[in-house]
T-cell receptor, first 113, second 114 residues
């Protein structure tokens, strides 16, 4: 088990709604990265937060946004949910340098109906 | 555009056998190559990782072989066990030292038969 925790574990939302997912990073890690994993696929990088600023973004629309707090925990917000947003959302904590490895949480399973 | 291509998609191996999963990448700027193991309903767990200054890295039953000129790397699982049955992902990063920005392969589902 890693020290990365995500909440909630499961969530069902209706198309058009908004959702907030949360992640607490492992002790000593100040960087949080978010990934979307569709069923049967590899995780896809959404964005990374470091020092409360976005530090790189994948190919995701602006309705995917995030925050990082002074204690390094992070939120992923998705507006105007679409059916294709149904996926496992993963966060990973790491440090941006020093060759430390990234550790993933157990994920939040989001279902959009 | 798939920057990291993984094969095979699925693999069945007898207990005690060797499981081999291959990945190929396109971007020569990649400088960190981890392998993750994922069980159903769980997040990926780091197994082993390599940087391009070495051609092989071994940790227990798991070995990464890295061929920089061919832009390929592979995971070998020796003495495969039923408990190794899981989905395996290779990944790559081009942000030196920042191991949180990863591009993943499509995954390989491994089944180890008793």
């Amino acid at each position: 088990e890693t020290g990365v925790t995500q909440s909630p574990t499961h969530l069902i939302k209706t198309r058009g709604q908004q959702v907030t997912l949360r992640c607490s990073s492992q002790s000593g890690h100040n960087t949080v990265s978010w990934y979307q994993q569709a069923l049967g696929q590899g995780p896809q990088f959404i964005f990374q937060y470091y020092r409360e600023e976005e530090n790189g973004r994948g190919n995701f629309p602006p309705r995917f946004s995030g925050l990082q707090f002074p204690n390094y925990s992070s939120e992923l917000n998705v507006n105007a949910l679409e059916l294709d947003d149904s996926a496992l959302y993963l966060c990973a904590s790491s440090r941006p340098s020093g060759n430390t490895e990234a550790f993933f949480g157990q994920g939040t399973r989001l279902t959009v109906v | 555009q798939q920057q990291v291509k993984q094969s095979p998609q699925s693999l069945i191996v007898q207990k005690g056998g060797i499981s081999i999963i291959n990945c190929a990448y396109e971007n020569t700027a990649f400088d960190y190559f981890p392998w993750y193991q994922q069980f159903p309903g769980k997040g990926p767990a780091l197994l082993i990782a390599i940087r391009p200054d070495v051609s092989e890295k071994k940790e227990g039953r798991f070995t990464i072989s890295f061929n920089k000129s061919a832009k390929q790397f592979s995971l070998h699982i020796m003495d495969s066990q039923p408990g190794d049955s899981a989905t395996y992902f290779c990944a790559a990063s081009r942000d030196s030292g920042n191991t949180g920005k990863l591009i993943f392969g499509q995954g390989t589902t491994l089944q180890v038969k008793p």
